[in-house]
C-alpha cells in the first residue's frame, strides 16, 4: 500500500468517526423540524397576545378618557342647573 493509499484511507477512518460521534450529539432531523415548528407556534402566539394586550389597553384608555368627559359634563350641567335654581 502507498504512502497516498494509506493517507486516504486514515482520512476516511477519521471522517467516518467525526460523523458517527457528531450523530450522537446531534438531533434527528424530524425532531429539530418539530422543534423549529413548535418555536414558531409560540412566536405568533406571543404576537397574538402582545397585539390583543395592545387593543384591550387603548380601548380601557379610550373609555378612561370618554368616562372622564362625561364626570366633567355631568358636573357641569350640575353646577349649571344648582346656580339656575338658586339665581332666581
Do not use: N
Not at 17 to 29: D, H, Y
Request: charged share 30%; net charge negative; hydrophobic share 40%.
Amino acid at each position: 500500500m502507498t504512502d497516498s493509499a494509506h493517507r486516504d484511507d486514515l482520512i476516511a477512518a477519521i471522517a467516518s468517526a467525526v460523523k458517527s460521534e457528531l450523530a450522537c450529539l446531534t438531533v434527528p432531523e424530524d425532531m429539530h423540524r418539530e422543534h423549529h415548528e413548535f418555536i414558531r407556534e409560540w412566536i405568533e402566539e406571543r404576537r397574538v397576545k402582545r397585539e390583543r394586550s395592545e387593543k384591550i389597553r387603548t380601548q380601557v384608555y379610550g373609555w378612561g378618557v370618554i368616562s372622564l368627559l362625561g364626570g366633567i359634563g355631568t358636573g357641569a350641567y350640575q353646577a349649571f342647573e344648582y346656580l339656575r335654581e338658586h339665581l332666581k
